[in-house]
Nanobody
Framework: QLQLVESGGGLVQPGGSLRLSCAASGVALDWYAVGWFRQAPGKEREGIACLSSRGSKTLYADSVKGRFTISKDDAKNTVYLEMSNLKSEDTAVYYC???????????????????WGQGTQVTVSS
């Protein structure tokens, strides 16, 4: 059974950077697409980044394109989300999610993912 645990959230000033980690256990991520989602208070959970299982494709929401980067360390079975130039509107609980798909599949649709972490809070404030 695949389990995901996020870490790395915290309080950061506008313009700052953070790196979130999504550590997987139970199953190797080799055949799993991994996505990052976020949910701000009063808003729906939105997909912001996705990496295909073999790491050949990425997909980003327009709101984070050019500021966030998703990557994977196969040796550590961990996916990262590097966030830079953070804005107050990036404040949310961030979740990683995974599911078994073809090597080049990417999606920002939360209904495409069955395995979820518990979330980590990111607050961007001065």
């Amino acid at each position: 059974q695949l389990q995901l645990v996020e870490s790395g959230g915290g309080l950061v000033q506008p313009g700052g950077s953070l790196r979130l980690s999504c550590a997987a256990s139970g199953v190797a991520l080799d055949w799993y697409a991994v996505g990052w989602f976020r949910q701000a208070p009063g808003k729906e959970r939105e997909g912001i980044a996705c990496l295909s299982s073999r790491g050949s494709k990425t997909l980003y929401a327009d709101s984070v394109k050019g500021r966030f980067t998703i990557s994977k360390d196969d040796a550590k079975n961990t996916v990262y989300l590097e966030m830079s130039n953070l804005k107050s509107e990036d404040t949310a609980v961030y979740y990683c999610a995974a599911d078994n798909y073809a090597p080049s599949y990417v999606s920002l649709d939360r209904s495409d993912f069955d395995y979820w972490g518990q979330g980590t809070q990111v607050t961007v404030s001065s």
